[in-house]
């Protein structure tokens, strides 16, 4: 793996866990070569409010629906003998593999688990907090294919996926390195978590997540974390956050209840998300799927106080609409926004971080539908206070394509929607009221001293935008955004340099993974 | 004009005012035919709460701030000896030109103008409420070039302005027929206004906007309004809306000033707007440029109440920033958004309706670009509260161009924020507690009772989003969204089918206008 030698000839100032490392030097370094990124941010700190669409009344109607479900219709727990047992010992009304809960039961259960708390990363400048006023932006997961920068849609390989870590890591308004960026279909089934955690953990310093396909993939993912930061800073510390669907309408399965309980019992966090095409999943009106998602989360996510109490969880919600015609999932219309806003609401009543929305489209290519949808998901999203924001860039073709095009066109949104969480600075600079003094009326603020000292952080510079004259435009070959995407991406890639990576560390990660693999068949389903 | 004529020979069954006739007939023809539109929505009548970046704080800070630069560096009334006057007489201090302004007269002036008016249509049911809870779509507004349906950048004809008149006719989700929806630039200057206010008046039968270009024209389109409305009506009622920009920072000039002041004065709505591009006509932070636009709109706005107490007025902001590397303005950046839903508060508080934002971007052709930068708009406009929104559809290239593709694919995006503004229906039908019961664990809700039920209406049908699978896509001819736009509308301007128009009515406005055009030369700049 040639990215993986790359990383230890970068690799000299790299302490014990790579903890001293920075990426700052290698974005530095791109940055003056013309190619790369600028400077990047941490976590969102919101300074704005948030978006409400539910009155009190309203969200304690939606509660009190949601303890009905879950009591008298109750939710399974499918194939998983170990978490029934559980439940009944909790008190929980268990018929078969059906689970009723008595009124009120999840939600005191919930009280162990945190408000907030820290995903830390390789790199401490690169930690988030998940929960409160902090929003994380991580990249798209899941796609089997992609759209590639030649223009080609195919099947996702190891490359592909590699690039993708290297793009989020350079984004500068992209926090996280994300999970399944894509799906690497051309490594064996069994074998693929290796290398796509392999990947986060070498070619990026952001915080990043685990595999959720088999038990004991999240087993393997633990046990590279403990190699890349050490054991004891493992079981002290949340270093991986993991998505954890529930099979709606009402179901957890023994895939997804097994990897929870592994990432639970380590003190790792878990994304507990119904995902829901509603009119499908749920019911076709934004209540009723508010109230099956939140008695979705309830049962989900207090499970993982009953593995372990104090196991930070968060509250998920994947929204989406089907076209009531073909029965085709739809994004960026406005139930599934409705159905973000209200689900935050819930969540911050339970005291849970909350997850939702990104940047989601059903277009098939990086046109103007893809962008309408994806900006009209991240302003809902942004503005319903989300704190974890999977699939921010690349999504394309309702989950099914990661396009590069359309990743560094979301990245720049992505910078939009940080600086819009800013909020209005009413400091004396801000009030700009000397400006004004100095300029009076018919005059321009062009050249003002105002305008000179806040030159270069008063306006957003966004990456792709063309702003110029059309005649300026012509000029440069009538370029479309994703044209100017395209280009962007060859430039990162061409420039993308490792973080630098403990030696130690680096050899220990290739010889876990040799043996793993060579303990197992290749398995390609 | 062959548009006319259709319309004579449509007009049986038009009353006296026209005031009985509507446009459902003709919608429902068109819908039958495969091609058209569906059902006319009224105006939005917002359910959900607005969005709120500014504390009272902060408001209260502005507030004073803007009193302070209309009191010490005052606002100039340019060319109007008139204006001057009637500012002395008021009690405000007035040195050459330069209007200063007692702390609190302004704000004292506009006790008089109404928080809330009706604009009336010649279509009852298209008459739209202007203020409260009210958002009231209206197209694109000045362009001098339009991007047509062949995919050709050129000037703007009276054939193209009928056509995007026609357009928003048929569209569901706009309200208003608009102004200028593009510079018909093959019509003499000084005759173009008339031919612009006879094609709102006859190809639709939406509420309109007046021209502002010079004094005698506001007085042609009052004088044409009483044709069709009948004197005593226009007298009485509001059946005109105008565009008043100010000449920022802190100019009002003659032009302006005379067409605000026959509007007043016959009682017709001004909306008093500050066209700002920050960084170059306002200071480069948000709560400076909210302070100018404060007290600008301060100013002009109150200048209505002395020409006229009770004459309707609105609070305008047109916000867009400028690219500090070539001074080029920029849309749907984070900054306008800010000033936006700041300046909405402002609104509130002084008890004025609000106009802002629309569909707004600076690319020059409708790719992602152009819809990233719309949608951002969009939304903070429809969270904002924003009362009249002009540029909701069709614009382009920072407004010098007039395109039908993007104003189809913003049409479809104004259906999604008018049923967003709905809010979340809380019914026993919404909160679907029987259609969870029914379908229960495991099973799916594509069938049962409830989602049958709701089938209909449940989830916002897009007219451009291609939600189907890849393969289907493929099959289909791999369109993009614009070119689903394209075909579009050909097919609305195909079954257009104008409203009708009382013959005595349609005979009245042509010979206005004949008359009119011999007495003037033609004049093209």
């Given at each position: ?17 790579g ?39 309203g ?5 009190k ?67 409160g ?6 990249p ?85 974390a ?44 878990c994304?507990?998300?119904p ?57 960026g ?38 962008a ?38 979301d ?10 969480a ?33 030159f270069?952080?008063?306006f ?13 435009w ?52």
């Amino acid at each position: 793996m040639s990215d993986s030698v790359a990383i230890e000839q970068e690799a000299p100032g790299g302490g014990r866990r790579g903890r001293g490392a920075s990426g700052g030097a290698a974005a530095r370094r791109a940055a003056r070569t013309g190619g790369g990124p600028g400077t990047q941010l941490t976590y969102i700190k919101r300074q704005i409010n948030v978006f409400e669409v539910l009155n009190e009344e309203g969200l304690a109607l939606i509660e009190k629906n949601a303890e009905t479900v879950l009591e008298e219709i109750g939710i399974d727990f499918r194939d998983d003998a170990e978490a029934l047992a559980m439940w009944k010992d909790a008190g929980a009304d268990v018929k078969g593999e059906r689970v009723h809960f008595p009124r009120g039961l999840c939600r005191s259960l919930l009280k162990t688990a945190p408000s907030q708390f820290t995903q830390h990363a390789r790199n401490p400048e690169r930690s988030v907090q998940i929960g409160g006023k902090a929003t994380v932006f991580a990249p798209v997961y899941g796609p089997p294919f992609v759209r590639d920068l030649e223009g080609n849609r195919r099947y996702a390989t190891i490359e592909d996926f590699r690039n993708f870590v290297k793009l989020a890591y350079m984004a500068p308004s992209i926090h996280h390195s994300g999970g399944t960026v894509c799906e690497p279909v051309d490594v064996p089934v069994n074998k693929r978590h290796l290398d796509m955690i392999h990947a986060h953990m070498t070619l990026s310093d952001k915080p990043f997540m685990g595999s959720v396909t088999a038990p004991e993939r999240a087993e393997d993912t633990v046990a590279m974390a403990k190699i890349l930061f050490g054991d004891e800073f493992v079981e002290n510390n949340t270093v991986i956050i993991n998505l954890i669907n529930a099979n709606s309408p009402m179901v957890f399965d023994e895939t997804m209840l097994g990897a929870l309980k592994v990432y639970a019992r380590n003190n790792q966090a878990c994304i507990v998300t119904p995902f829901i095409l509603a009119g499908a999943m749920s019911p076709v009106t934004v209540a009723g799927t508010l109230t099956q998602v939140l008695a979705e989360v309830l049962a989900g996510a207090s499970f993982t106080q009953l593995v372990r109490p104090g196991a930070p969880v968060l509250f998920g919600t994947f929204a989406s609409s089907i076209s009531m015609q073909s029965g085709a999932p739809t994004f960026g219309t406005p139930e599934p926004s409705l159905v973000s806003y209200g689900a935050a609401q819930l969540a911050r009543r339970l005291g849970l971080p909350f997850r939702t929305g990104g940047s989601l489209c059903a277009s098939k290519v990086p046109d103007a539908q893809a962008a309408y949808e994806s900006a009209n998901t991240l302003n809902s999203t942004l503005l319903a206070g989300t704190n974890f924001v999977l699939h921010s860039a690349g999504w394309l073709e309702g989950g099914l394509a990661s396009c590069y095009e359309k990743f560094m066109m979301d990245v720049d949104q992505l910078g939009m929607a940080q600086k819009l969480a800013e909020g209005v600075d009413l400091s004396e600079n801000g009030q700009a009221m000397d400006a004004i003094r100095q300029v009076g009326p018919g005059s321009h603020f062009l050249g003002c001293d105002h305008t000179q000292a806040n030159f270069q952080t008063a306006f957003y510079r966004s990456s792709i935008a063309d702003n110029n004259s059309y005649e300026q435009w012509l000029a440069e070959g009538e370029k479309t955004a994703p044209q100017r995407a395209n280009e962007l991406a060859r430039r990162w890639l061409e420039s993308y340099e490792a973080p630098a990576l403990d030696a130690g560390i680096a050899d220990g990660l290739k010889d876990f993974i040799a043996k793993k693999k060579e303990s197992m068949p290749d398995a390609f389903t």
